[in-house]
T-cell receptor, first 113, second 111 residues
Framework: DAGVIQSPRHEVTEMGQEVTLRCKPI?????LFWYRQTMMRGLELLIY????????DSGMPEDRFSAKMPNASFSTLKIQPSEPRDSAVYFC???????????FGPGTRLTVT | RKEVEQDPGPFNVPEGATVAFNCTYS??????FFWYRQDCRKEPKLLMS?????NEDGRFTAQLNRASQYISLLIRDSKLSDSATYLC????????????WGLGTSLAVNP
């Protein structure tokens, strides 16, 4: 069975550019989570969706970050404009509503120069 | 104070050793607790849930002490393949769908 799919796996961009990260959750899962991981701050929840609806975006750092989930099988996280401090690994995870186990994708390693 | 605190380590142990990690959490209203494992440059994966009565899965034993607000993970007969970062995870007291993550404890099992 396919797990959570993320693309791209690596992204290197210059400050000021727009970055779009993509995620396909596990089929049948109805919760989707976007995380950011850095050495200093660990895993931080940015936003999560239930049944394609954003439930809590309190972790989104600022207006430069936005996330969408147009259907049950696709979500995007966009950063515009990107800054060097956005450099991190961005994970997408999915789960079934009512359960706590989250299945993570392989992550996107973002470097903003 | 961080919501979930762990000793970052690293813990360096020989194969076959027993090693224990502790984790403390700040919100007494948190209801669910987990250990995740993350290999170097990989994604986190659920290792085990932690139940109030304590639970065991093979060589791994997890325990919860609600009064002292700490969680522990014991690994017996450690293997080289146990080398990883172990993340302590707690549900947010106000929103049980949100997970609060510790920074992790690094374990290196040496031959």
């Amino acid at each position: 069975d396919a797990g959570v799919i993320q693309s791209p796996r690596h992204e290197v961009t210059e400050m000021g550019q727009e970055v779009t990260l993509r995620c396909k959750p596990i089929s049948g899962h109805n919760s989707l989570f976007w995380y950011r991981q850095t050495m200093m701050r660990g895993l931080e929840l940015l936003i999560y969706f239930n049944n394609n609806v954003p439930i809590d975006d309190s972790g989104m750092p600022e207006d430069r970050f936005s996330a969408k989930m147009p259907n049950a099988s696709f979500s995007t996280l966009k950063i515009q404009p990107s800054e060097p401090r956005d450099s991190a690994v961005y994970f997408c995870a999915s789960s079934l509503v009512g359960t706590h186990e989250q299945y993570f994708g392989p992550g996107t390693r973002l470097t903003v120069t | 104070r961080k919501e979930v605190e762990q000793d970052p380590g690293p813990f360096n142990v020989p194969e076959g050793a027993t090693v224990a990690f502790n984790c403390t959490y700040s919100n007494s209203a948190s209801q669910s607790f987990f250990w995740y494992r993350q290999d170097c440059r990989k994604e986190p994966k659920l290792l085990m849930s932690v139940y109030s009565s304590g639970n065991e899965d093979g060589r791994f034993t997890a325990q919860l002490n609600r009064a002292s607000q700490y969680i522990s993970l014991l690994i017996r007969d450690s293997k080289l393949s146990d080398s990883a970062t172990y993340l302590c995870v707690v549900t947010n007291a106000g929103n049980n769908r949100k997970l609060i993550w510790g920074l992790g404890t690094s374990l290196a099992v040496n031959p």
